[in-house]
């Protein structure tokens, strides 16, 4: 039989099947299985060599085309230039390594989870061996706080709960029961099996090995692990097609100036070294490396609004998110459940303040109820805080619970009436107890008051009502009647169709006589209901209405039932079309059909790590760029198939955290808009460093190509030219990098990740910008030649004229829209920074006699600066001008819209 169907057989019939017995394996018996089915841990993929990893990275189109210049430029002679554009390509060739190589390490962090041992019955005797020793048909024994070790049947269950979160999503631990289950269910379902990866939180068992290693349900998500394809970012795609086509565009024209030189009487040889410096002036080597830097730059910024990028190229993706995918509990919610409603003698009451911290108030009918005026109400927080095994903590300025997240919201609801726990039980120590379990239902506790014994129940509503024969109203006790019976269900089913988890409380005072404590759940007083979820967090909703405004959908994938999902959903805003479809659901459609309805879902629930990988996979396939969160190892082959993985610092995995592509260090759903923002400022700054050093490279590339057209000498030798180049390239491109997010950054949909990096305005200004600081040098350098006739001094003057026009056009790349005077001159400091040493390195060029020797230039008077400065300004004065037209005319079309 499959095993996915363990769980519709009884636990003899299941040890049946595998041949075992319920004293164990022998060890010989153990030994033959272990060599049929394989150590019981995750398989290995296959590791690629580091070495070969490194050199992947410099399979670029554009690093290749480099490094043949630095062979080149090494033959010539210059060294100097060779180092720095080899230095160039290998710092980005190591930083991407890095980048990738820890991303491997995702699968060791999974194995890392298995538990390294287990108690197992061998020959009959309770056994402590190593885990990956177990095999099917091993009998294990189960303790609070055991790591499972492998997916087994339950053949033994007291009082056993799961912790299941990592694998399912599900927030609440599981009671495990050994009763075979009809029909088939999902794995959050199959409350007799236990699965590898998961813990037990309470209670003990007994089970019988069903799967080990790959086998597991926890292998199987190693599997998909393996298998996902990690999709290419749209900068990564954007940046080989950029480096592609201008790579072929410096080569060709590289070839064809170099022979029209020839042609025209130059030296071959000086030609063939013109043409290089030519392709190398044209080609922006520091594109990697600015691109690395800028994100890095970008992840700094980025973790003080706490979130941390693992891969550097994720900053960018995040701005052309279009969906994002989020898990529920702990990432839209606190992961804490909270006491919301009580229902107590015939009123509703209304608890204020999520979370564990202690503070909050009551309202009725939307006034203030003090607890201690109401006898109901206090006597129903007083059960609700004494039958409990869980305590309330604080340290480190954070509250915190020890025990069950159910128990706790009692303590803590109580707490915040002034009813501490601590307190309660030294005035009314417990001397009893009958403990919960999957068959009762409910727990009991008796304690000794200064009223005298006193025993409280809470547990499913129908099952402490069959249990009283009185009902607490009115300040008294009351006969329990039928109508009560049903009032009370009424407003039970109505708090679970809020997706409140509902329990019934009682009291029942004891008599003196110690034999009566042996009916002690009989005859008892119904006080009330209490119902409890676990909250949204408050600031996910102002997120959620952050990414409806950026144009991003925000959808919810969880493990939870269906009815708590679209609660939550609804609080959150996230369910506006009212779609939620179940697992269930999800496996009863075709791919053609979930294909045509995913772009409308907005609510999953009861989903399995498969599921989740179709979600992001449906997506994908429509066109969309996804981001998903999670913190389970559930989620891991989601995030890694996600266009950007987002994990969860604190409730996350160490699987889902090497998986991703960015951490919330804050598990805040919230900073995620943050991180959108930046990544939509980044790939803006991409493409207005790009702008900036392409217009300048042209202005010079056209110059030097119109004076070789019309007669006129050289203007700059390779030399200059790759000074020019490397001195652009640097410092200015990189504090373009770190300009400000301009104003409605997040009104503007989603960039299109197949639209170029270039957009209108940047096709349009890069001529338009690089032809008028070409033109305008030129002339400088044409009217110095005929007035001096001066090689060196006229070469000296279009030299600096064309590092001045460039370094003044760094100012109106800042933006594409705005006039510099709305963002201010001084509001990117690193922009002025980086203008003011490039400007100094060009100073120390000109003046310092060894460089002016080196470079073959001559040192300007101050007469030569008074040209050249006004000149420089002319750009700033033609583009501001561009800008007003604009800006005038986008005003003008919006009016007639709007008439």
């Known amino acids: 039989m499959p095993k996915e169907n363990w769980y519709n057989l009884k636990s003899d019939e299941v040890i049946s099947s595998l041949n075992a017995s319920s004293d164990g394996l022998s060890q010989k018996e153990a030994q033959k299985r272990l060599s049929q089915f394989g150590p019981n841990e995750l398989a290995k993929k296959k590791k690629i060599s580091p070495w070969l990893l490194l050199l992947e990275q410099f399979k670029n189109y554009l690093i290749l085309i480099l490094l043949i210049a630095t062979v080149i430029s090494a033959i010539q002679g210059k060294e100097g230039e060779a180092i720095l554009i080899f230095a160039i390509v290998l710092l980005a060739g190591i930083l991407g390594f890095i980048q990738e190589y820890k991303a491997e390490r995702a699968m060791e962090a999974l194995k890392r989870m298995a538990a390294p041992t287990a108690s197992a019955l061998r020959d009959g005797k309770e056994t402590e061996i190593a885990a990956r020793e177990l095999v099917p048909g091993d009998i294990i024994l189960l303790r609070t706080g055991d790591r499972i070790p492998a997916d087994a049947r339950l053949i033994e269950s007291v009082n056993l709960r799961t912790e299941e979160a990592p694998l399912t999503g599900e927030s609440a631990p599981i009671d495990k029961i050994r009763e ?24 003990r068992g007994k089970a019988i090995i069903t799967a080990t290693g790959m086998a597991t349900e926890f292998g199987k998500i190693a ?36 022979t029209a030189g020839v042609v025209r009487g130059y030296d071959i040889f000086e030609m063939f070294v013109w043409g290089v410096a030519l392709a190398v002036a044209i080609i922006p080597e520091a594109l990697p490396a600015v691109v690395v830097v800028t994100l890095s730059l970008a992840a700094r910024r980025m973790v003080k609004r706490r979130a941390l990028i693992r891969k550097l190229p994720a900053v960018e993706t995040l701005g052309s998110t279009t969906f994002i995918c989020s898990d529920k509990t702990g990432t839209l919610t606190q992961d804490e459940m909270t006491l919301r409603r009580i229902y107590t003698a015939g009123k509703l009451i209304d608890v204020t303040g999520t979370g564990y911290e202690p503070k909050g108030e009551f309202h009725l ?26 305590s309330l903590t604080s340290g480190d300025g954070r509250w915190e619970i020890k025990g069950d997240p159910t128990e706790g919201a009692f303590v803590v609801a109580a707490a915040k009436a002034g009813l501490w726990q601590e307190e309660l039980s030294s005035q009314s120590p417990r001397i009893d107890e009958i403990p919960f379990s999957s068959e009762t239902k409910r727990m009991t506790t008796v304690h000794q008051t200064p009223q005298g014994k006193v025993a409280y129940s809470k547990g499913a509503p129908e099952v402490i009502l069959d249990s009283c024969r009185y009902i607490y109203a009115n300040g008294e006790e009351k006969q329990l009647t039928d109508k009560d019976k049903d009032d009370v269900l009424s407003v039970a089913q109505t708090m679970a169709g809020d997706a409140l988890r509902v329990l019934g409380l009682a009291y029942r005072r004891l008599p003196t006589n110690p034999a009566v404590t042996q009916a002690i759940e009989q005859d008892m007083v119904f006080v009330g209901l209490a119902g409890m979820i676990d909250p949204p967090r408050e600031e996910v909703k102002e997120a959620v209405k952050l990414c409806d405004q950026a144009g991003i959908k925000s959808v919810m994938i969880t493990g939870d039932h269906k009815l708590t999902a679209i609660a939550i959903a609804k609080e959150l805003g996230l369910l ?29 629930a009861r989903v399995s790590p498969a599921h989740k990988l179709r979600i992001v996979e449906a997506l994908i396939k429509k066109g969309h760029i996804v981001a998903m969160t999670g913190d389970g190892v559930n989620d891991a082959p989601a995030l890694k198939k996600a266009g950007i993985g987002v994990a969860m610092g604190i409730t996350g995995t160490d699987v889902t955290k090497e998986a991703s592509d960015m951490v919330l260090t804050d598990d805040n759903f919230a900073s995620i808009v943050s991180a959108v923002e930046e990544g939509r400022t980044i790939f803006a700054n991409i493409r207005k460093y790009l702008t900036y050093l392409l217009s300048g490279n042209a202005g010079a590339v056209l110059a030097m190509i119109a004076a070789l057209l019309v007669g006129l000498p050289i203007p700059l030798t390779p030399v200059l030219i790759l000074f020019i180049n490397l001195l652009m390239d640097g410092a200015p491109a990189v504090a373009l990098g770190v300009e400000p997010p301009e104003k409605g950054v997040m009104k503007k949909p ?31 350098y044409n009217w110095m030649l005929n007035t001096t006739g001066d090689l060196a001094y006229s070469m000296t003057m279009f030299f600096v004229a064309i590092i001045c026009l460039r370094l003044a056009n760094a100012s109106n790349c ?29 100073l120390m060029v000109l003046y310092v006699p060894f460089l002016q020797v080196a470079f073959r230039i001559v040192p300007l008077s101050l007469a030569d600066w008074a040209i050249i400065i006004p000149l420089a300004f002319t750009v700033i004065i033609v583009v501001e001008i561009q800008k007003r037209i604009a800006s005038l005319l986008k005003k003008r079309q919006q009016a007639q819209v709007a008439l």
């Open 180 to 203: 075979p289950i009809e029909g088939e269910v999902s794995v959050g379902d199959r409350r007799n099996m236990v699965f590898m990866g998961t813990a037990a939180v309470y209670g």
């Open 365 to 390: 009918d939307g006034k203030v109820v003090e607890p201690r005026q109401d006898t109901a109400l206090e006597t129903l927080l007083r059960a609700g805080s004494l039958c409990n095994d869980t």
């Open 576 to 604: 506006k079309e009212g779609v939620a479809v179940s697992g269930a659901e999800l496996d009863s459609l075709s791919d053609e059909e979930f294909e045509t309805l995913v772009e409308k879902i907005e609510v999953y």
């Open 223 to 258: 599997t998909w692990l393996q298998e996902v394809k990690t999709e290419r970012t749209p900068l990564q795609v954007n940046i080989d097609r950029l480096g592609k086509v201008i790579g072929t565009i410096a080569l060709v024209l590289a070839v064809l100036i170099a």
């Open 750 to 780: 989603p960039r299109n990740p197949k639209s170029s990096i270039f957009n209108r305005h940047a096709l349009l200004f890069i001529p338009g910008v690089g032809a008028w600081i070409g033109v305008t040098a030129l002339l400088l």
């Open 814 to 842: 800042r933006s594409p829209d705005y006039s510099l005077f709305q963002l201010g001159p001084f509001t990117n400091k690193w922009l002025i920074y980086a203008c003011a040493s490039s400007f100094a390195m060009l």
